[in-house]
């Protein structure tokens, strides 16, 4: 039997230790200060002159020589100077940057804000995206959210889905989706009724008599437009509109989820579904597969939106395709006149919508 003995350390060696750690702690410490944001008063220093004149050759004012500017702005790259943001904004009453207020960042969201983003690229703006329902659920946390961001983070905002009617705001606002209720905001939209009412009458034109409706959020006007679009749909096939098949998923996967097994549950089951977006529509297929229900087989589905899974799902969705990216970029364009000062033509533009159909439909058995 072996046993190994550590030799506790003697007192030279401890010290030999304490130095070492020591060494490592000023290196570290070293390269943090290195790392530090660079400031005005270290870029002067570099380049050989003033705060006052960095501060006109970064902004671009009069009464600098061209060489001089040249060694500043030599500077700032190299030093990576950043101007601070608020105060910048202070002296010039303008941040440069465009904020996003979303409830969440789902699908339809995150499909918006890349039409932001693409419609910024042609600008000199830069793209806040802000949560601020996360913290602060519930109706109006757009309000509190632009009170926090506008005249010192950004120059106007997009407010996507909002929960309120109308913000009083320090900065133009453009609404996407908009809250039901005579607003005054700016909007831009899809054509939500002419979209379901395709979609349902694609679905009385295979011969589905019983469809159900997973409707959205009851406070926007697109969940209100789909409905009216669904039952118009059915009034012109002369089916009669049964309560029963019809609930709030409110947008929500959860919500959603808890329609579609009350109806599918029903002994009098719909054959066909037309909900109100897609994550409902996906919602309803995983509760119909739980129940043994085979889709398109045994239930058509319809979804609305056609975000990216919509085409991945299995099996892929019929859907009706609202050109979400092309929203943000509208509202991009609608806004930054605002901001600029230029009144724009239309300050209400719904776009067109289509169906798209995929493998979730068929005529009922």
């Excluded at 020591?22 to 002159?49: N, P, Y």
């Excluded at 679905?203 to 118009?232: C, M, N, Q, W």
């Excluded at 859907?319 to 239309?346: C, D, K, N």
Aim: proline share 6%; glycine share 10%; aromatic share 4%.
């Amino acid at each position: 039997m072996c046993c190994c003995v550590r030799r506790a350390p003697d007192a030279e060696s401890f010290t030999g230790q304490q130095m070492g750690v020591k060494r490592f702690g000023k290196r570290f410490l070293d390269k943090l200060a290195s790392m530090r944001r660079a400031t005005i008063h270290d870029v002067a220093a570099a380049a050989g002159v003033s705060v006052s004149t960095v501060s006109k050759a970064v902004n671009g004012r009069y009464g600098v020589a061209p060489d001089t500017v040249e060694r500043v702005l030599n500077a700032v790259h190299d030093l990576g100077y950043e101007s601070s943001l608020i105060a910048s904004s202070m002296r010039s009453r303008r941040t440069g940057v465009i904020g996003v207020l979303v409830a969440d960042f789902e699908p339809f969201s995150a499909e918006i804000l890349k039409g932001v983003a693409t419609g910024l690229s042609r600008t000199g703006y830069d793209l806040l995206a802000y949560s601020g329902a996360r913290e602060a659920p519930g109706e109006g946390w757009e309000r509190r959210s632009l009170s926090r961001l506008s005249g010192t983070l950004i120059d106007g905002a997009i407010m996507v889905t909002p929960s309120v009617v109308n913000v009083a705001a320090d900065v133009p606002v453009v609404a996407i989706d908009p809250h039901t209720g005579p607003a005054d905001l700016p909007v831009v939209e899809s054509d939500s009724f002419g979209g379901a009412l395709q979609a349902v009458r694609y679905l009385t034109g295979l011969g589905h008599t019983r469809i159900g409706f997973v409707a959205g959020r009851p406070d926007l006007r697109s969940s209100i437009a789909r409905e009216a679009g669904y039952r118009k749909a059915l009034a012109e096939a002369g089916i009669l509109v049964d309560p029963a098949l019809i609930g709030s998923g409110r947008y929500r996967d959860d919500t959603a989820r808890e329609v579609a097994r009350a109806a599918l549950a029903r002994p009098a089951r719909p054959t066909a579904i037309f909900a109100a977006n897609d994550i409902s529509a996906i919602a309803v297929i995983q509760v119909a597969a739980e129940l043994g229900l085979d889709v398109p087989r045994d239930l058509s589905v319809i979804g609305f939106d056609d975000v990216p899974d919509a085409s991945q799902h299995t099996p892929p969705l019929t859907t009706v395709r609202q050109r979400m990216q092309r929203l943000g970029e509208v509202a991009v364009g609608m806004l930054t006149g605002f901001v600029e000062g230029h009144a724009p033509e239309q300050t209400h533009v719904r776009l067109p919508t289509e169906l798209v159909v995929r493998a979730t439909t068929a005529p009922p058995r």
